[in-house]
Structures are given as C-alpha cells and as structure tokens.
C-alpha cells in the first residue's frame, strides 16, 4: 500500500506564488515517478509535471516556464513551486506516484489551489 499526503496550496492573487509539497510512504522506491496533476470544475484530470529518479521531468506546456518541480529521493518527497499564477492555474491538485516495481497509480487525496483577485 501506498500513501500520499500532501501540503501547500491555498489563494493567492494573480501574479503570486505557491508552493506544494508531498510526501510519499509505504512500498515505494527511488525509482518511482512522482508527480503532480490538477483537476478544475467540469474539466478532466491533467498532468501538471512529473519527475523521474534521476530528477528528469517533463510539464505541460501551460506551466512551462512558470512551475518547477523538485524532488527529495532520501525523504520520499515532491514539491511544485508555482510562480506567476493565473486565474486558469485554479484547481485541485493531485501528487502523483508511479510505481517502478509494479507499475501501478497511486493519488494524494488533493489540495486546492484559489488563483483569484
């Protein structure tokens, strides 16, 4: 089993920055992929950025630019620095894990993120 648990987020005004942190436990290894994926109301659920062992990531191309993701492979954590935030960034974010070992999805329970003037 795996759990997921994430901190950060919140509201912030157009411009500003947040920053998100998970930490992952249970049958994981540094060879995982974590990451981190955003769902808004009505929308589906979309990659925001994901980072390998080796600290290789990838993001969409609407946070290019304007995120970082960062991971601590000692501590089993993630972390998103969200920069210049906009109102269409609003949403819940997910931290993300895939399994090297299993291949298998495992999801935080979600923290909101409130882009607004």
């Known amino acids: 089993q795996v759990q997921l648990v994430e901190s950060g987020g919140g509201w912030v005004q157009p411009g500003g920055s947040l920053s998100l942190s998970c930490t992952a436990s249970?049958?994981?290894?540094?060879?995982?992929?974590m990451g981190w994926y955003r769902q808004a109301p009505g929308d589906q659920r979309e990659m925001v950025a994901r980072i390998t062992s080796r600290s290789i990531s990838n993001y969409a191309n609407s946070v290019k630019g304007r995120f970082a993701i960062s991971r601590d492979n000692a501590n089993h954590k993630v972390h998103l620095q969200m920069n210049s935030l906009k109102p269409e960034d609003t949403a819940v974010y997910y931290c993300?894990?895939?399994?090297?070992?299993?291949?298998?999805?495992?999801w935080g329970q979600g923290t909101q993120v409130t882009v607004s003037s």
């Open positions: 249970g049958s994981i290894s540094r060879f995982d992929v």
């Open positions: 993300y894990i895939l399994l090297a070992a299993t291949r298998s999805e495992y």
